[in-house]
């Protein structure tokens, strides 16, 4: 075998599978195997457990300070930092996203780190200066774990374990089974610094395998998960036998709103931006365009033209635009949705085959597709595809216009393009998602809050509410003057 087995990490010490499984890695837009890791079991989910259940009841790490965690977070994010060009290339051979969108998001995840540093040394708790003496305090919960898609592997790794950490939890860390490569260098860099054993654990695996244990296993405080929602309800069923905090970020159809006063060419390229970023495998993507039937013609022609010249290719190649979709699993499962459009009377635009000519064969390439003449209850306008496909629809008024935005079952995000500002303001707030853009497109900070309403799942990645929902509130009620009950007469009547 041509490939050191890649390993899991448990209680600060790099393990095989205990079953000694393995799996091959692949890069999406060759087909060739770079990679081979270890494939964890129920067993090595167990023991990553256990090792954490003992390290948040038993280990030092209780007693590392705001001030300390923040020290370690720092340090993390100073060696994706210096790792950066090493984390974006790895990135993009495994997820298959051009190495520009990689370096984007090495550049996030290592902001991500810094920011709950500096977030967990502010005031999180609450004083009261009452009648009643209180203090509110913010605990870390215990054993949370985390699991995380195949989209943006290194950049939701952050997401998660950053808060995670910061709040003083510890975490059983599961990347998607075919695009571990980022998390695994992240946990060998992470493995470098002074943590204690069992506060971090890396468990590598198939999520129909070992996911069951990951969420339901009676030691596990919390489940943060990203992913489908097909999944994620599966995880909520899971954890209620305990009640387990959850957190799911789950699926969209994002509506981009086009009305006919704006810049037609200024937003065309955000509408393909929104789509055809990460070949449309966003949460967050604008799949769903609502375009104003006045610009219709000249909005879908000039959006058509544009799509047809977008660059597709090999993330590591200069000027590459568009990268493959991640895996060949899911490039089936695209195209499936794309004949189930045809199908059920949709037009085609532009686009809709795999890329098959010369190298591209080897990868999982999909043209830039874009759907036209769709009514509001095909598949292709109601379902996730998580690829690059878009539909385009008219509208002609705005109430209109906010019906079939919000006529999904998700509410991740949306977007309104407007110069009439009373009317963005309007439609934002009749949208029912859980971040919309006024004239732009997925710009995501680290300090704003991120999930969705709906369908979309619920509690927030991100700001101050992520932090948050890693900590218990607890309520601390004192008698600082040493006063009595006054409750029953006997007390009274013998001082
Ligand atoms: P999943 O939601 O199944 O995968 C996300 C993560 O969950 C992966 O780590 C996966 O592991 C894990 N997982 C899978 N099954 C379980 C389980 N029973 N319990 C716990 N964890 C589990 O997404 P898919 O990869 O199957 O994609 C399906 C669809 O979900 C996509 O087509 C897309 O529509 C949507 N999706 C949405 C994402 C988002 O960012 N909102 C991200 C990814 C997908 P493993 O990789 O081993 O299967």
New binding site residues.
Partial sequence: MPFNVKKMYINGEWVNSQADQSREILNPATGEVIAVVAEGTVEDVKHAIHSARKAFDEGPWRSFSAQDRASLLLQISSLIDEHKEELAKLETMNNGKPLREALSDVETASDAFRYYAGLVRTSLGETFDSTIDSIVIQEPIGVCTQ?????FPLQMAAWKLAPCLAAGNVSVF?????TPLSAIRLFELMSELDIPPGVVNLVL????VI??E??SNEHVDKVS????????K??MANSIETMKKVTL????KSPVVVFSDVNIDTTVEYALFGIFLGAGQV?SAGSRILVHEDIYQEFIGKMTAHAEQIVVGNGLDEGVEMGPVASEA?MH?VLDFIQTGEREGATLATGGKRIVEGNYGKGYFIEPTIFTNVSNNMSVVQE?I?GPVVTVQTFSSEEEAVRLANSTKYGLAGAVFTNDFSRALRVTKSMKAGTVWINKYHSVNNQLPWGGFKQSGFGRDLGKNSLLEYTETKVVNMNIHSSAVGFYKSFSDNS
């Fill in positions: 699991i995380v898609p195949w989209n599961k990347p998607a089974e075919t695996g198939a999520g129909r996911g069951n990951l969420t998960f990203t992913g489908g929602t097909v999944t994620g599966k995880i970020e789950l699926g969209g949460c899911h499962k996730e998580f």
